[in-house]
Nanobody, 118 residues
Framework: QVQLVESGGGLVQPGGSLRLSCAAS????????MGWYRQAPGKQRELVAT???????NYADSVKGRFTVSRDNAKNTVYLQMSSLKPEDTAVYYC????????????WGQGTQVTVSS
């Protein structure tokens, strides 16, 4: 069974930093596009950042220059380093793994809460 296990959320003051981690099953990690999405109360889930298996990245405009997505293929883990956090970054952050080749899948983690508040 495929699992995405997130960690690293919490409460941080504005301007602070957090690093989220998402560990995936080895069987899918190497071919997956790994991504981070977030959902704030009353809002739709939105893309934060993604990284393909080849290392190409994509960021939401609202996080460019502040967030960095990376992956450690040896640990089957994707990270989201968040800096200069703002109150509007407060949301539940979800890890995603997907692939749309001959094998298709789209998996989600359980979510981790990030709260930016003084």
């Amino acid at each position: 069974q495929v699992q995405l296990v997130e960690s690293g959320g919490g409460l941080v003051q504005p301007g602070g930093s957090l690093r989220l981690s998402c560990a995936a099953s080895r069987t899918i990690f190497s071919i997956s596009t790994m991504g981070w999405y977030r959902q704030a109360p009353g809002k739709q889930r939105e893309l934060v950042a993604t990284m393909t298996s080849g290392g190409s990245t994509n960021y939401a405009d609202s996080v460019k220059g502040r967030f960095t997505v990376s992956r450690d293929n040896a640990k089957n883990t994707v990270y989201l380093q968040m800096s200069s956090l703002k109150p509007e970054d407060t949301a539940v952050y979800y890890c995603n793994a997907n692939h749309y080749g001959l094998v298709k899948f789209d998996y989600w983690g359980q979510g981790t809460q990030v709260t930016v508040s003084s």
